[in-house]
């Protein structure tokens, strides 16, 4: 679903991703841990080419992101083909971005009526499901503000999965929220990787790599150091960075 | 050691708030003054109020109000519409776009909207034809400058040109003040940059945008009293023309006076009942 080759990104002339290479088949459950500023938002971000890359190949689903090969170059595509393309990748961030000004079911149906131009009764019903399926239906007519952090996560997720995209992307997703609030949004989550979504998640919540993800990628510097089963890399870590960041964690 | 609330006695406690007693003594002598105030513009006969009364309908006043309403509505949406298109561009992420916007606010700004109206009275003398015509192609309109150049068309040039400018500024604060993850989420959902801007960012801008611009709404009601120079007969300079054939210039300034208090307050009351709907929720 994602191939990644070579990924450069830079920031001001600083190298924030020096040389990623990934993959993440369908259906599977990538987990990203690091360091704060090893660039394992940055790459998330990549993905969906809300940040431009200034090297290497990315694909989903086959497709080249952001860019149209021809002889040899790269050409970049204006943002309305690029938006066509983030329709199939949903994200979910770890301040949630949820629009203030529309209550949780309006959030939901935005994209799919305005983008997709999907009929507003269907958008309604379609969006009161997603409720349903993350706990909140009661609350469809609130307002961000009102709803407590792990409701709004819900929300967000529930909002990205109204375009069924083929792809899940996860930043940091319970980062944000207060202890108690976490398990909520990574119960629905879990559900979430049960039904099969390909989902690539960086995250700090080891116990949920552990017991969710499929790989589990660590990064230091800009750098893959190290990835492999979950379990593995995190019971028997082989490179000295990872040992000394899970020492520090755990 | 046991802490006790109350009193042991049973008998509640007489709880003597703090007195202020300057404060009272401060806001007494306001009012004395405020009352000698009123009690001297009313009685003093040289404000003349039964002329007031006689001129506060007066037909050629209430054309005047009229032109003052006018002017303030078009040039307010001249100011808006031409100002969101400086915002836009001043954001614009081309260099080109952004200066050339900043160079307009910077213009219209410095120079005193009295100056720029009497330039565009008098426009006919730097350009005395308009035409339009295709580039190095036939001529489409030709008009004499000084036909096209009205007084009210000066008067809308100057002030609503003019206040594109400020309202450029307004705008383009309240788009910077939407934060910056709406638009990676709007994004991220596949929307395209004009659904961006007018579904999200819009939207949660006009909560900034509003309260300012009603400033300058009101504002402008009373900036259309500068068209007078271009002898515009707005509601000025329709009390002016009164006073100048009768010499009765303090009461015709008053009921001009009144006319602007009358709309500034109905204005303010919109502004309240517009800053409530978009109140954050």
């Known amino acids: 679903m994602v191939r990644i080759r070579g990924l450069v990104k830079r920031f001001a002339g600083r190298e924030v991703l020096s040389g990623i290479d990934l993959d993440v088949p369908a259906g ?76 949780a079911l309006q959030n939901i149906i935005e994209a799919p009526i305005r983008v997709k131009g999907e009929p507003a009764a269907t958008a309604k019903r379609r969006a009161m499901a997603l409720l349903e399926r993350v706990g909140l239906a009661a609350k469809h007519a ?39 609030l976490v398990g909520e949004v990574l119960a629905v989550m879990k559900d979430l990787a049960r039904s099969g979504m390909t989902m690539v998640v960086v995250t700090h919540e080891l116990a949920f790599a552990r017991e969710v993800g499929d790989e589990l990628t660590f990064m ?7 990835r492999g089963r979950p379990r593995d890399v995190l019971a028997a870590p082989q490179e000295a960075r990872t040992r000394d960041f899970l020492s520090r964690v755990l | 050691m046991i802490l006790k609330l109350g009193s042991d006695s049973g008998v509640p406690d007489v709880v003597v708030p703090l007195r202020h007693p300057w404060t009272w003594a401060a806001s007494g002598m306001a009012v004395l003054i405020a009352a000698a105030v009123a009690v001297s513009v009313a009685t003093n006969p040289a404000f003349q109020w039964p002329v007031v009364a006689k001129y506060l ?92 150049i009205t007084p009210l068309t000066a008067a809308l040039a100057g002030l609503g040109l003019a206040q594109a400018a400020y309202t450029a500024e ?16 709007a994004k991220a959902l596949g929307m395209r940059p004009a659904t961006i801007f007018v579904r999200i960012v819009f939207p949660q801008a006009m909560r900034v945008i509003i309260p300012p611009v009603g400033n300058e709404v009101i504002s402008m009601v009373k900036s259309t009293s500068l068209v007078s120079v271009i002898a515009l007969s707005d509601l000025l300079y329709t009390a002016q023309l009164i006073y100048a054939r009768t010499y009765e210039t303090i009461p015709l300034l008053i009921v001009a006076s009144l006319w602007y208090l009358a709309i500034v307050s109905v204005l303010s009351a919109g502004q309240h009942v517009l800053e409530r709907r978009y109140r954050q929720r």
């Not at chain 1, 704060?36 to 993905?47: D, E, F, N, Y």
């Not at chain 1, 995209?165 to 929220?177: C, G, K, V």
């Not at chain 2, 009497?118 to 004499?144: C, D, K, M, Q």
Request: charged share 15%; hydrophobic share 50%.
């Open chain 2, 57 to 148: 309908f007066d037909a050629q006043i209430l054309g005047g109000l009229l032109r003052t309403l006018e002017l303030t509505v078009v040039a307010m949406a001249m100011g808006l519409v031409l100002g969101t298109v400086l915002a836009i561009m001043r954001l614009s992420a081309n260099p080109l776009l952004s200066t050339l916007s900043w160079l307009y606010i910077w213009f219209f700004r410095s120079v005193p909207v009295l100056v720029q109206l009497i330039f565009w009275y008098n426009f006919g003398a730097l350009y005395p034809t308009l035409v339009l015509r295709v580039p190095f192609g036939p001529e489409l309109y030709h008009a004499s400058m000084n036909a096209v």
């Open chain 1, 142 to 180: 609130s307002f961000p503000a009102q709803l407590s952090g792990g409701e709004q996560q819900r929300v967000a997720i529930a909002r990205a999965l109204a375009m069924e995209p083929q792809l899940m992307l996860f930043d940091e997703p319970t980062s944000a929220l207060d202890p108690e």
């Open chain 1, 220 to 226: 230091d510097a800009g750098l893959v150091v190290e």
């Open chain 2, 170 to 185: 307004v705008i383009r604060a309240g788009i910077a003040s939407v934060a910056h993850g709406q638009t990676r989420a």
């Open chain 1, 28 to 103: 599977s459950v990538m987990c990203i841990i690091g360091p704060s500023g090893s660039g394992k938002s940055t790459l998330l971000s990549c993905i969906n080419h809300l940040e431009r890359i200034d090297g290497g190949r990315l694909w989903v689903g086959g497709e080249l992101v952001g860019y149209r090969e021809y002889k040899g170059r790269l050409y970049e595509l204006p943002e309305r083909q690029i938006a066509g393309m983030r329709q199939k990748v949903g994200m979910v961030f770890q301040h949630f971005n949820l629009f203030p000004h529309m209550t």
